[in-house]
């Protein structure tokens, strides 16, 4: 995608084209193409466009999810009750079909376009606003905002300066830096008199200790109950699908869970997560199932009897972690040997490390509190004319579309607000 159509002046110029920032523009665009007056610049550093989009859910791209709620969201859930009910799952699935994408619903209730291509949502976004006349001007790297002596905002990018009357701030946070997604939007909020919590990767893989078994169950995948614990108190429990890495773990009860990790160790705080192996069961109930199959299957070795109830690669390697020996004679297990085995299915330590960094991260924990917006139209409450949008916002969905959700939802009340014509 080529620099084309720069101009010098605009009503509305919008700052990083991903999700929110395209979404802006055309929900912009659209009621001022009917007053006859769009005039609408998309400002991007990169030369290819949408490459955060490209790459999510696998390159499938999961547009949204069949409901949201604030209770999938962390952040100030008042304001993200009203900035959902603005523009809804409901409306974005017929915002697509209306740009001729598609959806379709998965048994998670993940809403993907039919084509399985990640590419039918960034080219379907691109083509209608090339339709509605919006300028999208590649590789320019927005380097300043400033007050415009005149009125407005004046902004230095690669390619010179663009004078516009209203920006909508959506550079995203600093998740998959690669893509353009830095972290400057911050550097320009805070210019204008904006706060920014601490920003941390969340939807990120964990990486464990070396001496950790996690590269012999490398690919293995089974639901566990997670509990991160914070301080010695418990702060988040839920339970999913694990996947085991090369690196560690990863799998979408783990990616739900990071921020909690990440926001701890980035405030200096000691945090643990714990695996319960067996989520529908208590400590107790493994117990006396224990001491059941030791009683019944007095010869049956540890690791068969573990394997009744977890992956055979995990019953291994969970007995070599507690010392004890996988071939041993269930009947025969002393009692100190079961209370490993049982801490290590109920309760088991992750040896965690770090996080995996900003480039495996998939979305931005922290960022501008949501209280510093007018929740009605995404403006600034510092500054009139300024817009923020999207992962910008101190607010993170859960896995699972959410993140997309926020970006359509905030996009359209900006797109929609910057555009009005004044009173």
Same mark, same amino acid.
């Given at each position: 995608?080529?620099?084309?159509? %720069?101009?010098?002046?605009c009503d509305?110029?919008v700052?990083g084209a991903g999700a &929110?920032?395209l979404a802006?523009? @055309?929900?912009g665009?659209?009621? #001022?193409?009917?007053?006859?007056r769009?005039n609408i !610049?998309?400002?991007?550093?990169?030369t290819?466009?949408?490459a955060? @989009?490209? @790459?999510?859910?696998?390159g499938r791209?999961?547009v *949204?999810h069949?409901? #949201?709620?604030?209770?999938?969201?962390?952040g100030?859930?008042?304001?993200i009750?009203?900035v959902l009910?603005?523009?809804?799952?409901?409306?974005?699935v017929?915002?697509f079909a209306?740009?001729?994408v598609?959806?379709?619903?998965?048994?998670?209730?993940?809403?993907?376009p039919?084509?399985d291509?990640a590419?039918? !949502?960034?080219?379907?976004l =691109?083509?209608h606003?090339?339709?509605?006349g919006?300028t999208?001007?590649t590789?320019?790297?927005?380097?300043?905002?400033e007050?415009?002596p005149?009125?407005?905002?004046d902004?230095r990018?690669?390619?010179g300066?663009?004078?516009a009357k209203?920006v909508?701030?959506a550079t995203?946070?600093?998740?998959?830096p690669?893509?353009?997604s830095?972290?400057?939007? /911050?550097?320009f909020a805070?210019?204008?008199?904006h706060?920014?919590t601490?920003?941390?990767? &969340?939807?990120?893989?964990?990486?464990l200790?070396?001496?950790m078994?996690?590269?012999t169950v490398?690919g293995?995948s089974h639901?566990?109950?997670?509990t991160?614990?914070?301080?010695?108190?418990?702060?988040d429990?839920r339970t999913?699908?694990?996947?085991w890495?090369?690196?560690?773990?990863?799998?979408?009860?783990?990616?739900?869970?990071?921020r909690f990790?990440t926001?701890?160790?980035a405030?200096?705080?000691?945090a643990?997560?714990?695996?319960n192996?067996?989520p529908?069961r +208590?400590?107790e109930?493994?117990r006396q199932?224990?001491?059941?199959?030791?009683? *019944?299957?007095p010869?049956?070795?540890?690791c068969?009897?573990l394997a009744?109830?977890?992956p055979a690669?995990?019953a291994?390697?969970?007995c070599?972690?507690a010392d004890c020996?996988?071939?041993? %004679? +269930?009947?025969?297990?002393?009692r100190?040997d079961?209370d490993?085995i049982?801490q290590?299915?109920?309760r088991?330590p992750?040896?965690? @490390?770090?996080?995996?960094?900003w480039? /495996? &991260?998939? !979305?931005t924990?922290?960022? =501008?509190?949501?209280?510093?917006?007018?929740?009605? +139209?995404?403006e600034?409450?510092?500054?009139?004319?300024? /817009?923020l949008?999207?992962?910008?916002?101190?607010?993170?969905g859960?896995?699972g579309?959410?993140?997309f959700?926020? #970006?359509w939802?905030?996009? /359209?009340l900006?797109g929609?607000?910057a555009a009005?014509?004044?009173l």
């Open positions: 995608m080529s620099n084309t159509g %720069a101009c010098n002046t509305v110029a700052v &929110a920032g802006a523009a @055309i929900f665009a659209e009621p #001022a193409q009917r007053a006859g769009s !610049v998309v400002l991007d550093g990169a290819n466009l949408g955060k @989009i490209l @790459i999510s859910g696998g791209c999961n *949204t069949e409901a #949201a709620t604030p209770k999938d969201f962390f100030n859930r008042r304001i009750k009203n009910a603005a523009f809804s799952c409901d409306d974005a017929r915002w209306s740009l001729g598609e959806l379709k619903r998965e048994q998670t209730g993940k809403l993907f039919v084509t291509e590419r039918t !949502v960034l080219d379907a =691109v083509g606003c090339r339709s509605l919006v999208l001007q590789g320019s790297r927005v380097t300043g905002i007050p415009s005149e009125s407005g905002f902004l990018h690669s390619h300066m663009l004078r209203h909508i701030l995203g946070g600093r998740s998959v690669r893509s353009g830095d972290g400057a939007g /911050y550097d805070r210019r204008f008199g706060s920014v601490s920003t941390v990767p &969340a939807l990120v893989p964990l990486v200790e070396d001496a078994f996690h590269k490398s293995l639901d566990v109950e997670l991160t614990v914070v301080q010695g108190r418990k702060v429990s999913g699908s694990l996947l890495t090369h690196f560690g773990i990863s799998g979408p009860v783990l990616m739900d869970a990071s990790w926001l701890a160790r405030r200096g705080e000691t643990d997560l714990l695996g192996f067996l529908d +208590t400590q109930d493994t199932w224990l001491i059941g199959q030791a009683t *019944t299957h010869r049956r070795s540890l068969k009897t009744l109830v977890v690669r995990l291994e390697a969970l070599l972690r020996d996988p071939g041993m %004679a +269930t009947g025969q297990l002393p100190t079961r490993r049982l290590s299915l109920t088991f992750f040896p965690v @490390i770090r996080d995996r960094g480039n /495996y &991260a998939e !979305v924990a922290g960022g =501008v509190p949501l209280e510093e917006v007018d929740y009605r +139209t995404m600034s409450k510092l500054v009139h004319g300024l /817009y949008i999207g992962e910008l916002l101190d607010c993170d859960r896995i579309g959410f993140n959700q926020w #970006a939802s905030t996009g /359209y900006a929609r607000a009005r014509p004044p």
